[in-house]
């Protein structure tokens, strides 16, 4: 599943900054400091990112 463009709550676009956050956080930076440096201040789009799982490599294919 990709990220959802918008957030669920406030409607502010979130998928533009996914694959920075991963990058980032895959890095060993805490996610914390990325979303506060991404300008994601609200939980509501904070949680679009802290909750977000990529499943489609988990899918199977046929």
Not at 9 to 27: F, I, L, N, S
Not at 35 to 62: K, Q, V
């Amino acid at each position: 599943m990709i990220i959802p463009v918008r957030c669920f709550t406030c409607g502010k676009p979130v998928a533009q900054d996914w694959e920075e956050y991963v990058e980032r956080t895959g890095k060993g930076e805490s996610p914390k400091a990325v979303l506060d440096s991404l300008g994601y201040g609200r939980y509501c789009c904070r949680r679009m990112f802290l909750t977000h799982s990529e499943i489609i490599d988990e899918a199977p294919m046929n």
